[in-house]
């Protein structure tokens, strides 16, 4: 009996994690009918978010393209600036950008981040011990909005294999899972981007930044956790 006891708690742990994970793609987080106003989301990020590579990123970047998917009841702007980083650290934070102050401005109802991909450059890494920090003051300066807005994480998509000091074996094996663990530990949702372009090194031409198609991967994988699969 107490076997059975034991192996039934493990179990429901089991299950809370499973819940919890960045994995999981089966409940929408934004519950449109909630809103009697046009849905704001702001993506924060670097060079991916911003759609450096893109031609007509304008049109094509992710933010884009979730812009077409969810239709007139949201507004999605881009504030993703090349290069930048998480870390405060870091040789170009996004936070000393003056996308940071318009995303604020923008009083958003969502908030998109996916930062992490230039923090992973060696010179930048070493400064890893503070991520979490820089990342919470970063989503709590959000959340002080008078709008309120739900925090999304994001974990960062695959690189193939490496450039620019960048590396797919950080970003998989210490980033993302710094990601994922933040999001539980604050009970925010969390968005893998990473699995769904596993393998896809043809949408990376440049071998970091997704083309369109690999855009149009990502902003599928953000619409279905945000509103759920059509």
């Known amino acids: 009996m107490k076997f059975l006891k034991t192996v039934q708690h493990l179990a429901f742990v089991l299950l809370i994690l499973i819940a919890t994970s960045c994995s999981n ?26 759609g450096m590579g893109i031609r007509h990123r ?43 102050q318009m995303a604020l401005d923008f009083e958003p109802d969502v908030v998109l981040i996916k930062l992490g991909t230039n923090d992973t ?33 994001m974990k960062a998509v695959p690189a193939y294999p490496a450039r620019w000091g960048i590396t797919d074996s950080i970003i998989n094996l210490e980033l993302n899972p710094k990601v994922e663990k933040l999001a539980e530990k604050l009970n925010l949702e969390c968005i893998d981007l990473y699995t769904p372009l596993i393998d896809r090194g043809d949408l990376f ?15 599928t994988t953000i619409k279905n956790r945000l509103i759920g699969k059509e």
């Open 25 to 50: 793609q089966n409940n929408s987080i934004i519950n449109v009918s909630d809103y009697d106003h046009t849905i704001k989301v702001a993506c924060v990020g670097n060079s991916i978010t911003f």
């Open 58 to 100: 304008d049109s094509l970047s992710y933010p884009a393209q979730l812009q077409r998917m969810l239709g007139d009841k949201w507004e999605v702007k881009n504030f993703g600036v090349s290069g930048r980083t998480l870390l405060s650290k870091g040789d170009l934070p996004w936070i000393n950008e003056k996308e940071y």
């Open 121 to 153: 450059k060696p010179y930048n890494w070493v400064h890893s011990a503070e991520f979490d920090a820089d990342y919470i003051k970063l989503i709590e300066s959000f959340q002080n909005l008078d709008s309120n807005p739900t925090v999304v994480l």
């Open 205 to 219: 031409p440049d071998k970091i930044h997704p083309n369109a198609a690999g855009a149009k991967i990502m902003a």
